[in-house]
């Protein structure tokens, strides 16, 4: 008898070739880098209806685009995104770090009209310091840098010099390593040092990597210390040093280019290294 024929075996199914990813970037992103606004400002400009491509209303922050090409906002087109410039202010207590402030306080913009060179262009700051905090602001045009800066988990340490009047021991600042938590807050490691006190007047230098609004402040005062001044001394690789009241200096060099390369090539924590 003629043996019979094995079964046929189904073929396989042939995985579907990869869609191409659209080249770009979205426009968030482009934005952001061109120095129109933050990231998180520019997705709610976009919700607001006020960006626009030859015309047309974008709907989206995921939109990609390879330029900004026909782009607008509010009617005006976008310039080219230009060369990331990086520039450390020395914010004056009684000044809103904001464009504009409901209660007509002034803000860091009235102080950076004479501070910043005029080819400075739209700066925007990295962060905030409250009203009453001094000390070292950066200020950028790249709003992809300014977020990176930002961010928390690059884990870049902002360092602040604190007045206060009370008492504390090195111990419970020591203990602040470990974190602390406030009505039900979570702040992260907190390097603390008790640098000079005269009798209940206290210096205190703590640095922080989180950024919590009003972190340091909170965290000083659950100690039960009044705080009276507050200054940023250090954000990341850069410090305040002599740089006067009121006055701005940008930051060049290969030192800083090599900082902001590693920033846009990294999610973690850049290298050191000083201004």
Avoid: C
Wanted: avoid cysteine; charge should be positive.
């Amino acid at each position: 008898m003629p043996s019979k024929p094995p079964p046929s075996r189904p073929r396989p199914e042939r995985a579907a070739a990869p869609r191409p990813r659209p080249e770009g970037e979205r426009i968030a992103k482009l934005l952001a880098r061109a120095g129109v606004a933050s990231r998180r400002e520019v997705e709610r400009m976009i919700a607001e209806g006020r960006v626009a491509r030859d015309g047309k209303v974008l709907e989206t922050p995921a939109t990609i685009l390879p330029n900004l090409k026909g782009v607008t906002v509010d009617g005006k087109s976008v310039r080219t995104a230009e060369p990331t410039r990086l520039f450390a202010f020395h914010k004056p207590a009684g000044l809103i770090t904001a464009e504009r402030d409901p209660k007509g306080r002034a803000t860091i913009y009235t102080a950076l009209r004479n501070a910043l060179p005029k080819s400075a262009g739209r700066v925007m700051p990295v962060g905030r310091l409250d009203f009453n905090t001094e000390g070292l602001l950066l200020l950028t045009n790249d709003g992809e840098v300014k977020r990176k800066l930002e961010l928390p988990a690059s884990g870049i340490p902002r360092t602040y010099r604190a007045r206060a009047f009370g008492t504390v021991s090195q111990q419970q600042l020591e203990d602040l390593i470990e974190g602390i938590e406030i009505d039900g807050v979570r702040y992260g490691s907190i390097d603390a040092n008790l640098e000079r006190a005269s009798g209940r007047n206290l210096w205190i230098e703590m640095t922080i990597t989180e950024g919590k609004n009003r972190e340091v402040r909170r965290v000083l005062e659950h100690l039960g210390l009044q705080v009276n001044r507050l200054i940023r001394v250090g954000y990341g690789p850069f410090h305040l040093g002599d740089l006067p009241r009121g006055q701005a200096v940008e930051l060049t060099g290969r030192p800083v280019e090599r900082f902001l390369a590693e920033l846009a090539g990294s999610s973690g924590q850049p290298g050191a290294m000083r201004r």
